[in-house]
């Protein structure tokens, strides 16, 4: 973890307060509430550790507000919510009074946090909030957060017959078992930290090993091959 900062320190429950006031205007949603950005910040420090020459102010507010528009996850206008999301930011840190000569690196980690939004993440602190973002959805609370955004959406746990997707397609969108294949598997090749791929890979075991447990008891069938 980073060394007390007063900066940091300072800035952080003004931060905390504008997040939870998207949360609220926002409607519920626990995977993407307070606790979701708190934890995201956690994971950030952690790489912040290994990366001592990367601005940990810009990182602290790009881990905070990035999903101050969050939008579905099966809504059409997903893939625009980190760039509506940096653009808020920069409104909101403005108003605070927030360094001026900070708003435009946080307003671009912002945007290429975002998995749909495919924008390449081209600083330090950037990177570092993506791999932190992308943490989130892997290990323990990863997967409980795969379910919850699952039944939100509608979809099934599993196939009935084939939870592996041995003989079908993935489907994630029908079938949340299969987020952990379809998407989730390749979050640790995706990392763009050495610290985040090898936080990752530790946490993907966690969702494979699940997913084999779960498999072999959908099914009644003691060995299940993944």
Do not use: C
């Given at each position: 973890m980073q060394a007390f900062h007063p900066e940091l320190e300072s800035w952080r429950p003004r931060l905390a307060q504008l997040a939870a006031q998207a949360v609220a205007d926002q409607g519920p949603d626990?995977?993407?509430?307070?606790?979701?950005?708190?934890?995201?910040?956690?994971?950030?420090?952690?790489?912040?550790?290994?990366?001592?020459?990367?601005?940990?102010?810009?990182?602290?507010?790009a881990c905070y507000l990035h999903d101050?528009?969050?939008?579905?996850?099966?809504?059409?206008?997903?893939?625009s919510a980190s760039r509506l999301s940096a653009g808020l930011a920069r409104e909101r840190l403005a108003a605070l009074g927030f360094p001026a000569d900070k708003l435009a690196a946080i307003a671009h980690a912002i945007e290429a946090h975002s998995f749909?939004?495919?924008?390449?993440?081209?600083?330090?602190e950037a990177r570092i909030v993506q791999d932190a973002d992308r943490l989130d959805g892997l290990g323990a609370v990863g997967l409980a957060?795969?379910?919850?955004?699952?039944?939100?959406?509608?979809?099934?746990?599993?196939?009935?017959?084939?939870?592996?997707?041995?003989?079908?397609?993935?489907?994630?969108?029908?079938?949340?078992l299969d987020h952990i294949e379809a998407k989730l598997a390749r979050l640790p090749g995706m990392m763009q930290t050495d610290a985040g791929r090898r936080l990752a890979e530790a946490r993907l075991a966690t969702l494979t090993a699940f997913r084999t447990a779960f498999a072999a008891e959908w099914t009644g069938i003691t060995h299940v091959e993944a």
């Open positions: 626990g995977a993407h509430d307070l606790n979701h950005f708190e934890r995201v910040w956690r994971n950030a420090q952690a790489l912040l550790a290994q990366y001592r020459e990367a601005d940990a102010l810009v990182v602290l507010a101050l528009v969050n939008v579905p996850k099966d809504d059409l206008r997903r893939s749909s939004a495919g924008v390449p993440a081209t600083t330090l957060r795969m379910f919850y955004i699952a039944g939100r959406m509608g979809s099934a746990l599993a196939h009935g017959s084939d939870p592996l997707a041995l003989d079908r397609a993935l489907d994630d969108k029908s079938y949340s």
